[in-house]
């Protein structure tokens, strides 16, 4: 794979802003719709879209579920043991990240909360359940990569973050494999299905 860095950089540019849209909008719903309307228009346009180029022609949007409420929190991150985990890229190298702490979803289960070590920091909240293989993407979907630009809010003072399943995306080597994409570890995995966000057909 060698996408140039500029188009890369656009593609990122892109999706920090389609963010700080969704973040501005009050209503979830409506900010779900322009994220669904964003992405479909990154994904069928721009040159660093992840999709090979076989796939462009036939692309009719990405498949995404409608908007369910009971799916969206805001929950306070809470302590965990201290951990770590370091993805082989094969082309970046080797990305670790660190435990900060934990969130738990009502009648789901929970989800670790990572800390990029590397240049830049960010948090990172990947998720797998129980439709992995089977209606969402195997190695799980990302719900936070705050380093991309994937950042549906945060309280500072009260130690809370955002986290809407709704908005759960497949990484871009569901796509591709030649992007290398940290997967979700063993503390990232619901034992429930979400069967919202975007499906893996």
């Given amino acids: 794979m060698s996408i140039p860095a500029l188009e890369v950089a656009d593609w990122r540019r892109r999706v920090f802003a389609l963010y700080e849209e969704v973040r501005r909008e009050p209503d979830p719903a409506s900010a779900h719709s322009l994220w669904r309307e964003g992405r479909d228009a990154l994904f069928r346009t721009h040159p660093a879209t992840p999709l090979l180029a076989a796939d462009r022609d036939a692309f009719a949007g990405l498949p995404v579920a409608d908007y369910d409420p009971a799916w969206r929190f805001e929950l306070p991150v809470l302590p965990a043991e201290p951990g770590d985990f370091r993805f082989e890229t094969g082309t970046d190298g080797t990305v670790g990240f660190e435990r ?43 719900l936070l990569d705050t380093i991309k630009g994937a950042d549906l809010g945060s309280d500072p003072e009260r130690g809370t973050l955002v986290l809407d399943l709704n908005f759960a995306y497949n990484p871009s080597c569901a796509y591709d494999p030649a992007w290398a994409c940290p997967l979700a570890p063993v503390g990232n995995v619901l034992p429930v299905e979400v069967p919202v966000g975007e499906r893996y057909p």
Avoid: C, E, K
């Fill in 100 to 142: 900060i702490g934990l969130v738990r979803i009502p009648d789901a289960g929970s989800l670790d909360v990572w800390r990029l070590t590397s240049y830049g920091g960010g948090l990172f909240v990947p998720v797998r359940d129980a439709l992995a293989g089977r209606g969402s993407y195997g190695g799980g979907r990302y």
